[in-house]
């Protein structure tokens, strides 16, 4: 089972893109859930939302506590919320920032995970979509750490969401795809 | 044709709830709420659903306005949370006693204070008196095929009863997870058109709701108390019928791994999932432990129940409410009302999780097996426990 945790704040949609990773996994017939950590709804403030895929049928609906992967959807959560909490040595943190991994592990030590890919989602997002809304652009990078959910579908689910304003979404999507950094280990 | 779908567990329930054509929704919309009732009122703002969405000032006006919409022979639903359920309290006594055929979702949640409406069964277990039928679904897929279940229960002319439907709020309300949802056309071969046993009626007119005064109170309460009693074989040949139509069999208690089994815990709801977990890798590690679920709660399944258990040593017992002051949690009361005098009865173990929202982990298991395997060695039956209290220590009372 893959467990992931998604980090962001109040309208950035969050839930939302927690939400279409386990609707495209669900929808390629194997299982998945997605829920918001769940507490006083405020736009603006730090939110958590969380998401497992698995072959089998998922029987916990405990929040994630170690999860396999965490997006940070807004850059100024690094500096109030240890995002990395939880990760194992092969944990996953992908992360919305204009900074490189070197500079991150400098200002954040242990709060960045132990295999970092960055991307600057706010800037894509604004080109793209016209909004900071980075929920779907933070997938295009989630996608290209991982294989857990076909693209095709993921796209699918996100035009089905999204209607007439999903191809910003998607261009944004692809452009994270392609331009996120996924750092190189010694070795 | 059934769909498999990713969908919020409350959108699924309220597209089951349009599926079952409800003629009326009554509902107050804010928290505590789930989206059912919003998904609802969008249902029938948009055309899908011919039905008329009663969005009224209160609870206590919700379910007075389903009253009146059953009593006219309307298929009559809403749904409710936490204190929103506690506000509706003295009219869930009247639906029932007027034998009214409704149907009510409550996703479970705390009762404030402090102010809280996360999971918990604190809600429902206040409102176990009002002599309506009562079930607990375990997952969305429970929940969702419940719908039908329950308005087919409720408007059976053998039983003429309101029915809740619990499930767990949050971990099962606002979960996203696959769901194989019925099809409006499905529904319809299961769940006839209502036909009310009486209804208001100008044309005939007769009074319903009357003072009962001394004379007729208790024969009227007994009325009641028979109705519901009864209600148990209409509610069994139901669900059997919903299995042989669509192939999900539900029973009155179910069971999970208690063959041979010395320890076996018993609960209700959500937790249960992650509890089988839990005892897969106990068995698969030789510990012989099982679960035992009521799936319905009123009227209580003892027979069935008693049969479940039968053979165990201990009972382990998992409560999310408590009555302060009082003798514990209230499945830990009923099933010693159910088990006292019975030869070899278990002992006992019960226990206080989950309140206000606080998750069961799976080794929040392993922290109960342990007191209920001192038991099973001999130790003494300890007094029921709040667990989960913070500092490490079991809080015992």
């Known amino acids: 089972m893959l467990e992931l945790r998604f980090h962001g704040r109040g309208g950035q949609g969050a839930v939302t893109s927690a939400e279409l990773l386990a609707q495209s996994a669900i929808a390629k017939g194997i299982y998945a859930q997605a829920f918001p950590s769940f507490g006083p709804e405020r736009r603006g403030a730090p939110v958590v939302a969380f998401a497992r895929i698995s072959e089998q049928p998922i029987r916990n609906r405990t929040a994630v506590r170690h999860p396999n992967i965490v997006l940070v959807l807004d850059p100024s959560i690094l500096r109030i919320v240890n995002t990395a909490d939880g990760l194992p040595p092969d944990g996953i943190h992908i992360i919305n920032t204009t900074k490189t991994i070197a500079e991150l592990r400098e200002e954040f030590g ?11 989602a706010n800037h894509i997002a604004q080109e793209e979509i016209g909004r900071k809304i980075t929920n779907t652009t933070m997938l295009g990078a989630l ?3 991982t294989n857990i959910v076909d693209k095709d579908i993921l796209i699918e689910k996100l035009k089905e969401r999204f209607g007439r304003i999903a191809d910003g979404n998607i261009r944004s999507l692809n452009r994270a795809f392609e331009e996120c950094c996924i750092e190189k280990k010694e070795g | 044709m059934s769909v498999r779908r990713g969908v919020e567990v409350s959108i699924a329930v309220a597209e089951a709830a349009g599926f079952c054509d409800v003629d009326v929704v009554a509902a107050y919309p804010i928290t505590p709420q789930t989206h059912i009732v919003e998904h609802l009122a969008s249902l029938v703002a948009d ?16 379910m007075s306005a389903c009253c009146g919409s059953a009593a006219a022979g309307a298929r009559t639903f809403t749904a409710t949370s936490s204190q929103g359920l506690a506000l ?20 479970n ?60 709020g949050f971990i099962v309300s606002h979960m996203i997870e696959p769901i194989e949802q019925l099809s409006k056309e499905e529904i319809k ?9 009486q209804r208001l009626d100008i044309d005939n007119p007769f009074t319903m709701g009357p003072v009962g005064m001394p004379n007729v109170y208790t024969e009227a309460k007994m009325a009641g108390e028979h109705a519901i009693r009864a209600s148990y074989e ?38 249960t999932e992650t509890a089988m977990t839990w005892v897969d890798a106990q068995r698969d590690a030789g510990t012989k432990v099982g679960i035992v679920r009521f799936r319905l709660w009123r009227p ?3 027979d069935d129940f008693k049969k479940a258990v039968a053979g165990a040593k201990v009972l382990a017992i998992l409560d999310r409410h408590f009555s302060p002051g009082g003798p514990g949690g209230p499945v830990a009361q009923e099933v010693k009302y159910t088990l006292y005098g019975t030869d070899n009865a278990p002992k006992i173990v019960e226990v206080v999780v989950g309140l206000g929202g606080r998750d069961v982990f799976p080794e929040d298991f392993d922290d109960i097996y342990k007191r209920a395997e001192a038991v099973l060695n001999g130790a003494p039956v300890p007094p029921f426990e709040l667990t989960q209290v913070r500092g490490g220590h079991y809080g015992k009372i």
């Not at chain 1, 242990?110 to 600057?120: E, M, R």
């Not at chain 2, 003295?90 to 009510?104: G, H, K, W």
């Not at chain 2, 719908?147 to 767990?168: K, T, W």
């Not at chain 2, 071969?189 to 046993?197: E, H, K, M, S």
């Open chain 1, 110 to 120: 242990d709060k960045i995970g132990p295999n970092a890919v960055t991307l600057d």
């Open chain 1, 143 to 145: 996608l290209r750490a």
């Open chain 2, 47 to 62: 055309g899908h659903l011919d039905a008329e969405f009663v969005p009224v000032e209160s609870e206590h006006a919700a």
């Open chain 2, 88 to 107: 509706m309290h003295e009219v869930l006594f009247i639906a029932a006693a007027l034998r009214l055929p409704m149907v009510m979702v409550v996703a």
């Open chain 2, 109 to 168: 949640r705390a009762l404030s204070g402090p102010i809280n409406i996360w999971n918990d069964h604190s809600d429902i277990m206040t409102e176990r008196d009002v002599g309506w039928i009562a079930l607990f679904a375990e997952n969305g897929q429970e929940a969702t095929d419940l719908v039908p279940i329950c308005h087919r229960i409720s408007e059976d002319p053998r039983v003429q009863l309101p029915v809740m439907l619990n499930f767990d």
């Open chain 2, 189 to 197: 071969t299961f769940l006839p058109d209502f036909a009310p046993v």
């Open chain 2, 234 to 271: 209409p509610i069994v040949e139901i669900f059997k019928d919903f299995g042989d139509k669509f192939g999900r069999y539900y029973n009155p208690v179910e069971s999970y791994r208690t063959d041979g089994a010395d320890i076996i815990f018993v609960m209700m709801g959500a937790i």
């Open chain 2, 300 to 302: 209580l399944p003892a």
